[in-house]
């Protein structure tokens, strides 16, 4: 893994909807540093899935500039993505994208294999985040015979499995009930903390200010308020305006 800093200027993504033009992403600009845990909180619909398609590459601002590192994302080719994908960034989006009828082991270790690690080394990466994420029993079961939470783990799993520069994670406890749902986020403030991974998360979990180091409330593809001391009383209230 290679500490690096991410870091939006200016970033702005709207798509049209009919007459309308959603502005998604409306000029935001914000870092995410080596080792450090930025919450992005905020209602639906007010950005910050989307802040997290662009950070990974997934997407491409319509005007602005996103780097990592040194590494320019918003002129990156498709295959220059697909390796900065692959390589530097864990994403857990909501949506699982498990492969059906593949075993959570395997599951869990698909970009490594993708990778081309071999396949022994790969389980073995992947079996460690698996137990880490309290999934040391399940190695073998299928998403057809895991429950919700249960393929969320899955998925943070993989994510964590290629011991990425950037993490990046859309309601990652959403799934989990109140006592695993806080063990999750223990774990990726401890990623970001001991091993210098950068990590962006959106959520609605109000623990998650406990454990960050920053809270960004958006609203309207805006950042509104920034908070940097962590606090127990749940996401900041928006900034009037």
Avoid: C
């Avoid at 905020?42 to 990974?56: E, F, M, Q, V």
């Avoid at 695993?180 to 403030?189: D, H, I, N, T």
């Amino acid at each position: 893994m290679t500490a690096a800093r991410l870091e939006l200027r200016d970033a702005v993504k709207h798509y049209r909807s009919g007459d309308e033009v959603v502005r998604a992403v409306d000029g935001v600009s914000m870092t995410a540093d080596p080792g450090e845990m930025v919450a992005l909180y905020g209602p639906s619909g007010s950005g910050k899935s989307t802040l997290l398609l662009l950070a990974a590459g997934l997407l491409r601002p319509d005007a602005g500039t996103i780097r990592f590192g040194t590494r320019d994302v918003t002129a990156m080719s498709d295959a220059e993505a697909a390796d900065y994908q692959r390589r530097e960034v864990g994403f857990v989006s909501q949506s699982f994208h498990l492969l059906p009828g593949v075993p959570a082991v395997e599951n869990a270790a698909v970009k490594l294999i993708a990778d081309r690690v071999p396949l022994r080394a790969a389980r073995r990466a992947a079996t460690e985040w698996l137990e880490r994420v309290g999934l040391g029993g399940r190695l073998h079961h299928t998403p057809e015979q895991l429950s919700g939470g249960e393929r969320q783990r899955v998925a943070i799993a993989r994510a964590l499995a290629n011991g990425p520069s950037l993490l990046l994670t859309d309601e990652p406890t959403g799934s989990l009930d109140s006592a695993r749902g806080a063990e999750v986020l223990a774990l990726l403030a401890q990623l970001g903390h001991e091993q210098g991974a950068a990590v962006l998360m959106v959520t609605h979990d109000p623990r998650a200010a406990d454990v960050a180091d920053r809270v960004l409330t958006l609203r309207d593809g805006r950042v509104v308020t920034e908070t940097t001391a962590p606090t127990t009383a749940g996401p900041p209230a928006p900034a009037r305006r």
